[in-house]
């Protein structure tokens, strides 16, 4: 049996390792048009402070590391021109001397990967000091660029993943930073009020943000100097990076009749085989599937690359690994922030027709005597079956930890409930007795069977349209003085009791405090009193004052 594969990084060689370790007789060969093969793309940011110390770190393994402990030929710098599906067969371009020759297969695999998405006014700009940051040759020559040129300022399209992580090294660099996005956030994956909180600490860290802004025009020859965005605004540096994010490579695959799934990657099933037989697809190039409710998705993440790498190999040689679909899960370092998701964002879930019940929880990483630092939770679930459906955290300390437990959760099929019941190591120096998870699991379930909640995006709708209501702050009253939602009465919970008399139960009310936990005692408070209807401020006037400071801005 010979192995074609056509795709040398994360995906491609993952395949060629297990159908190795499964396979001692089978010929394996993989093609790549690029030097490098087999590199850790995520770590080319980390390069431009010292974090990673070069290039070559991110590449730790070359042909003939694969060739001597896997038998596996890997042939870089050769381009696979084309398929014929019907003689089995590739044609593979050498381009280092130009010679073309012919590859047979018995099966074959994209691991073909992406191309950049790049914005229509960029696609012909060659200029020196545009780039785009994919591969280890392009982090080369940012580099080389930074060292032989004066650099003293940049700006950076896009707000991805790639563009903040950019955007942090080279502020770290002491070079002016400037974001631009065409869309009202960045991190167009997480919802907005969370994006919100990310684009604070954009503008704390002394980067330029500007949202809702198209490039029209670029001025500049063989060196970009200006880019004119929408409504005149001219933006100069000394130079630019375009994030804008990347599509799945499938022009091969689709030419011999490849199916391609809705989010326009290649369609494969839990093998990892494509429509047609004994042809695979794996990385980025292939569409994924949500392991909540086995919708497609695409995200193209090294983690799905070398997962989905080993499933196809051990697949096509007679193994049983199956592809369990994603969750998506992912985590960005921001100078001072974490920020993670995994599952359905509340945006994505409702899209999918979902029936959701939102939970803010803010708490602190470790108990407040040992730790001032906080972390904000926020957290999706199915009003119908109580199941968690996305969490997305952001935070100081400790959201690493708390993302893989919610992940770990979500692949069980967990429900609220269940994140209450997790048995999570306890110790001062380490969490709180009631980890931010189990409390997030017991304030969810909480809201799914009694006590409502209602979200600042709500309550701005409901003061803004007159609704009638009796909006009580259980806060102190230093705290109230200091910052209230207007037409707010401050009964502190410690007071409450006593000011029953006061309060209508028959009309809806809403209490709040700074981030749900002392409402959420005065809510019960009222419902065990014989108030029809009680809501609780998710996530409390912290929460509220940001969405509407964010509105007023």
């Given at each position: 049996m010979?192995?074609?594969?056509?795709?040398g990084v994360a995906a491609g060689t993952s395949v060629a390792a297990k159908a190795r370790r499964?396979?001692?007789?089978a010929e394996i060969v993989i093609f790549d048009k690029d030097t490098d093969i087999s590199y850790a793309v995520c770590g080319i940011p980390y390069v431009f402070t010292g974090e990673v110390e070069n290039f070559d770190e991110l590449s730790p393994r070359d042909t003939t590391f694969f060739k001597e402990k896997y038998n596996v030929d890997i042939f870089t710098r050769h381009e696979v021109l084309d398929v014929s599906y019907q003689e089995k067969k590739i044609i593979v371009k050498n381009l280092k001397n130009d010679e073309i020759f012919e590859e047979h297969f018995d099966k074959l695999v994209f691991a073909t990967g992406t191309y950049f998405n790049t914005p229509e006014v960029f696609q012909n700009v060659q200029a020196k000091n545009v780039f785009s940051v994919k591969d280890i040759t392009s982090g080369k020559n940012i580099m080389n660029y930074l060292e032989q040129e004066e650099?003293?300022?940049?700006?950076?399209?896009?707000?991805?993943?790639?563009?903040l992580e950019m955007a942090e090294q080279l502020k770290k660099r002491g070079i002016a930073t400037s974001i631009v996005v065409p869309h009202n956030q960045v991190m167009s994956t997480f919802d907005e009020d969370l994006a919100l909180r990310i684009e604070d600490e954009i503008t704390r860290q002394g980067i330029w943000l500007i949202k809702n802004?198209?490039?029209?025009?670029?001025?500049?020859?063989?060196r970009v100097k200006t880019l004119v965005l929408e409504g005149d605004q001219e933006l100069s540096a000394d130079f630019f990076i375009v994030?804008?994010?990347v599509k799945p490579l499938v022009t091969l695959a689709e030419k011999i009749g490849v199916k391609l799934g809705e989010t326009g990657a290649i369609q494969v099933n839990s093998s990892m085989e494509t429509n047609l037989e004994n042809v695979y697809a794996t990385g980025d190039v292939a569409e994924k599937f949500?392991?909540?409710?086995?919708?497609?998705?695409?995200?193209?993440?090294?983690t799905h690359a070398n997962k989905e790498g080993r499933i196809a190999g051990d697949a096509m040689t007679g193994g049983s690994s199956r592809n369990q679909g994603?969750?998506?899960?992912?985590?960005?370092?921001?100078?001072?922030?974490?920020?993670?998701?995994?599952?359905?964002?509340?945006?994505m879930a409702k899209k999918q027709g979902y029936d959701v019940e939102i939970l803010y929880n803010q708490k602190n990483d470790r108990p407040n005597y040992i730790s001032d630092k906080k972390i904000l939770i926020k957290a999706v679930a199915d009003r119908k079956t109580h199941q968690l459906l996305g969490v997305q955290i952001i935070g100081n300390a400790g959201v690493d930890k708390r993302l893989d437990v919610f992940a770990t959760a979500l692949s069980f099929g967990a429900k609220a409930e269940d994140l209450f019941q997790l048995d999570l190591a306890y110790s001062p120096v380490y969490s709180t007795t009631k980890d931010p998870v189990n409390y997030t699991g017991m304030a969810l379930t909480n809201a799914l069977s009694r006590g409502k909640m209602i979200t600042p995006a709500k309550l701005l709708s409901w003061l803004e349209a007159g609704e009638e209501l009796q909006l009580i702050d259980a806060r102190p009253l230093q705290e109230y003085a200091e910052n209230h939602i207007e037409g707010a009465k401050n009964i502190p919970l410690k007071e409450l009791r006593t000011h029953l008399q006061g309060l209508d139960k028959e009309k809806r009310v809403v209490v709040y405090?700074?981030?749900?936990?002392?409402?959420?005692?005065?809510?019960?408070?009222?419902?065990?009193?014989?108030?029809?209807?009680?809501?609780?401020?998710?996530?409390?006037?912290?929460?509220?004052q940001m969405m509407r400071n964010h509105m007023d801005g």
């Open positions: 010979k192995i074609v594969i056509i795709g499964n396979d001692e007789q650099a003293n300022s940049v700006v950076i399209i896009g707000g991805g993943f790639v563009g802004s198209e490039i029209v025009e670029i001025q500049g020859d063989k994030a804008t994010g949500s392991r909540i409710n086995g919708k497609p998705l695409w995200l193209p993440l090294a994603i969750l998506g899960t992912s985590i960005l370092r921001f100078f001072d922030l974490t920020i993670g998701q995994t599952g359905l964002s509340e945006k405090c700074n981030t749900g936990v002392t409402a959420n005692a005065a809510q019960n408070i009222l419902l065990n009193e014989g108030f029809k209807e009680v809501y609780n401020l998710n996530g409390g006037n912290v929460n509220y």
